[in-house]
């Protein structure tokens, strides 16, 4: 097993905090205490600020380095925090040596979504980052068409311990772990619905957004699976695949909505989305996320 602390903190869940606003469309601190607070009692292993969950390309560059601030002081040093990381390379640079004097564990870099990113370019945009900050690196890959020899150069990066898989697609997955560094830790990262597909391939842990809201049946799924009990780890997963449906509609657009109109029923309004997700639910998805709430025992404030 990788030494690295970190390696082995996001072998466990990655919880994803969302970003939360006040009224006026600015970042609020205060939602944000509750939702630590319960990941952290609950078990959660490692917290994420700035991820897609986190509306982190909705963030401008200082917010996002207000949020990495934010989300520090709510933790206080008792779960490691991953910073994301992204957009143009001085806005990552930046981003990084903040989250850094923050007390970030280590950066989550984002695969640039820059239409004429080369494979070799996002090589040198990783080490730009590392450069910036010496921190342990996660590289969150949603798009494995760049290639396994490319994937393997990636975590062949000196810094780099982990990668957050986020594409649904196992077999590349086995692929890129057998080309790649044996140190490398493989986290799923498509949330706990696809958790047991990756664990099967030989990933570890999970990223969640449903830590925000329920980081109890979380903990329950990663148990499972630890154990191998994958009957388990799949009821687990039925009694809470509602709420990963709804985040899925629109083209993934509600995927943060759900997170944060589940908040809302649960008395932590953690404000609405920014544009371009959508907001807010549709009065048939709210009816399906209030059922998911009711039926997982979860307290709902009734909208008046």
Known sequence: ???????????????????????????????????????????????????????????????????????AQKIDGRVPLLAGIGRSVKDAERLARTSAE??????????????????????????????????PIVIYLRNDTIGTAAIAELCSIEGVVGVKWATPNPMRLAEAMDAAPDHIVWVGGLAEVWAPVFYAVGARGFTSGLINVWPQRSMAIFEALEASDYARA?????????????????????????????????????????????????????KRLEAFLERAGLSVRKAS
Request: with cysteine; net charge negative.
């Open 1 to 71: 097993m990788n030494p690295n602390p970190l390696a082995r903190a996001i072998t466990g869940i990655s919880g994803i905090l969302v970003a939360p606003f006040d009224r006026e469309d600015r970042l609020d601190a205060r939602p944000l205490g509750p939702i630590v607070d319960r990941a952290v009692t609950a078990g959660i292993h490692v917290l994420v600020a700035n991820g897609n969950t986190g509306e982190f390309y909705g963030l401008a560059p200082e917010e996002a380095e207000d949020f990495v601030r934010m989300a």
């Open 102 to 135: 923050a007390g970030a564990a280590g950066l989550m870099i984002h695969q640039p979504p820059d239409p004429f990113a080369a494979p070799r370019g996002v090589s040198d945009y990783v080490k730009r980052v590392r450069d910036a900050a010496d921190l």
């Open 234 to 286: 799949r009821d687990l997963i039925a009694g809470m695949r509602e709420f990963e449906a709804v985040r899925a509609e629109e083209m993934n657009g509600t995927n943060v909505t759900g997170v944060k109109a589940a908040l809302a029923l649960t008395g932590n309004d953690c404000g609405p989305c920014r544009p371009p997700s959508a907001w807010p639910l549709t009065a048939v998805q709210h």
